[in-house]
């Protein structure tokens, strides 16, 4: 399956941006799909997954409450809105799609990644 991430940009820090995440080359519904991030200097985390039915959702600590993953199926798309941007949420974003069940945050569990998107957030 194939990744491509968008929705990126530059937003004061308070403000929302939506990421989208559009899949193609399968059957997106048999993947479950994550969101990822790399700050500055720093190694990858996780930042939240979905199930591939959608009906299962998980955080990392540090954007529970701020940010919703969300999917639809039918459009092959996994969404990740971002709400109360702080500035140490500036980050490279990466989508990725694992073919397993259930739900992860290690990245070495997930088979493929999008090419990621660059949010900054302005203090």
């Known amino acids: 399956v194939q990744l491509q991430a968008s929705g990126g940009g530059l937003v004061q820090a308070g403000g929302s941006l939506r990421l989208s995440c559009a899949a193609s080359?399968?059957?997106?519904?048999?993947?479950?799909a994550g969101w990822f991030r790399q700050p500055p200097g720093k190694e990858r985390e996780f930042v939240a997954g979905?199930?591939?039915?959608?009906?299962?959702?998980y955080y990392g600590d540090s954007v529970k409450g701020r940010f919703t993953i969300s999917r639809d199926n039918a459009k092959n798309t996994v969404i990740l809105q971002m709400n109360s941007l702080k500035p140490e949420d500036t980050a490279v974003y990466y989508c990725?799609?694992?073919?397993?069940?259930?739900?992860?945050?290690?990245?070495?569990?997930?088979?493929?990644w999008g090419q990621g998107t660059l949010v900054t957030v302005s203090s």
């Open positions: 080359g399968r059957t997106f519904r048999d993947y479950g």
């Open positions: 990725a799609a694992r073919a397993r069940w259930g739900l992860s945050s290690y990245s070495y569990e997930y088979e493929y």
């Open positions: 979905i199930t591939r039915s959608g009906g299962s959702t």
